[in-house]
């Protein structure tokens, strides 16, 4: 029996070096992209004054939906004091901070001048939604930063600084408030967003005031999604019980019915703008992207159907929310779903232009847009941060415990080969 642990040790340890390996590789891709916007410009890329915002600013808007989402959950987790949701708190925290930051690094290349990042906290514009959503991204990554910080002092990095560990304590001091600010932040943060479409009323197929509702309801289902289903894949990675299944099947329903309630809204929104409305203008871009893009296909395909029905059903059924594998995939797809909803929001609004719009004859059908190889690159970038970031932080920060078992502040704590072994459950 020890040789058998050995050797599948031995084979876990090297295959994370392999998936590091791969993820390193992707890393270096992504910092070469940057390194080529930041010498060159937006030039390297497809964008055009027709299609100022692309694939960027669809991992800008996925990322912060994704971590926001998932603040909000672990914030109502401190502020009500669900005990039987408390482990998953601190890695709802951990994907937040990762979401946020992921976004933030989007961001600084999708605005083509980092370096005047600073410009809408010095050069106030209040009638702007896009200066408060500035506001919003600098005091919630703040917020996000504090209340990470707890984490890591728990870490071995905490033991060798005794300040870090005497300031992470700090922080944790400051839990409820700053869930309290992050949850307002959060909420604040997606309304405006869906907001910055919503006002638009050159443009039909965004002028709608639900999309700030639905920028929150659709975060919020995301985010937990994705807090959920990472919890899950480290629990199995680990053979490790860190929730209850009955707790794991009680937020796997409250998913199921969040997704439900958005697409409830979402297919009455399409009806009343789309299909007892017979706004021309809103009929024209429809008839121009259904022409010329695969926007009907992702929009009832993917992200109605594959992001909500099918998993909505799969997490509602009795028969079907008890297979874990089942609901792992159910969450990823809920995630699918948001980040193709966020790409059919900012893009389709931009390749059907206006007709009235200024150099767009009345003719034009629709303007082109496919992201170049450094927009590509950057994003494989953003996404290996992204996962080399959870992959080490789940490996040796203090984020998961095995059920039982509570945060330690011992060296112990984030070790993982420390942790007693469990049997797997048949769903956490």
């Not at 960027?56 to 808007?61: M, N, R």
């Not at 601190?90 to 605005?111: K, N």
């Not at 796997?252 to 703008?273: N, Q």
């Not at 799969?314 to 297979?323: H, V, Y």
Request: hydrophobic share 50%.
């Amino acid at each position: 029996m020890a040789t058998l642990a050995s050797e599948l040790r031995h084979h876990s340890n090297r295959s994370l070096l392999i998936w590091i390996g791969i993820l390193l590789v992707l890393l270096l891709v992504g910092l070469y992209s940057m390194a080529q916007v930041l010498l060159h410009g937006l030039q390297v890329t497809d964008l055009s004054d027709q299609v100022p915002w692309g694939l960027w600013i669809t991992v800008d808007l996925s990322s912060i939906a994704l971590g926001a989402g998932a603040f909000s959950f672990s914030a109502a987790v401190y502020l009500f004091r669900i005990k039987p949701l408390e482990p998953l708190a601190r890695p709802a925290v951990f994907v937040g901070f990762l979401g946020y930051t992921s976004a933030m690094l989007a961001l600084a290349m999708d605005i083509g001048r980092p370096d005047r990042f600073w410009h809408p906290l010095v050069y106030w514009n209040v009638h702007s939604v896009l200066w408060e959503i500035t506001w919003c991204v600098i005091l919630y990554s703040s917020v996000l930063a504090l209340e990470v910080l707890p984490v890591i002092a728990d870490s071995r990095l905490g033991h060798h600084f005794p300040w870090l560990k005497r300031l992470g304590h700090a922080a944790h001091r400051l839990t409820p408030i700053l869930a309290a600010a992050g949850m307002g932040l959060s909420l604040l943060h997606q309304s405006s967003l869906g907001a910055t479409y919503g006002v638009l009323s050159g443009r039909a197929i965004w002028f709608k005031p639900s999309l700030p509702v639905m920028f929150i309801i659709s975060a919020i289902a995301g985010g937990v999604s994705l807090t959920l289903l990472t919890t899950m894949a480290v629990a199995r990675l680990r053979n490790i019980t860190i929730i209850p299944p009955s707790v794991c099947a009680r937020i796997t329903r409250t998913i199921g019915f969040i997704t439900l309630g958005y697409l409830y809204i979402k297919v009455w929104d399409w009806a009343a703008t789309s299909y007892y409305s017979h706004s021309p203008s809103t009929a024209g871009i429809l008839q121009r992207l259904q022409a010329t893009t695969p926007y009907t296909t992702t929009f009832w395909g993917v992200e109605i159907l594959l992001g909500g029905i099918v998993p909505a059903i799969i997490m509602l059924l009795p028969g079907l929310c008890k297979r874990r594998g089942l609901v792992m995939s159910a969450l990823a797809m809920v995630v699918l779903g948001l980040i193709f909803n966020r790409w059919n929001i900012s893009l389709s609004g931009l390749v059907a232009p206006p007709e009235w719009s200024p150099g767009v004859l009345g003719n034009t059908v629709a303007v082109s847009y496919f992201p170049s190889l450094i927009e590509i690159g950057l994003v494989l970038g953003i996404i290996a941060y992204f996962l080399l970031s959870f992959t080490l932080g789940a490996r040796y920060l203090s984020i998961y415990h095995p059920l039982g078992s509570a945060p330690g502040h011992s060296e112990h704590a984030a070790e993982p080969a420390a942790e007693p072994a469990a049997p797997p459950a048949p769903a956490d």
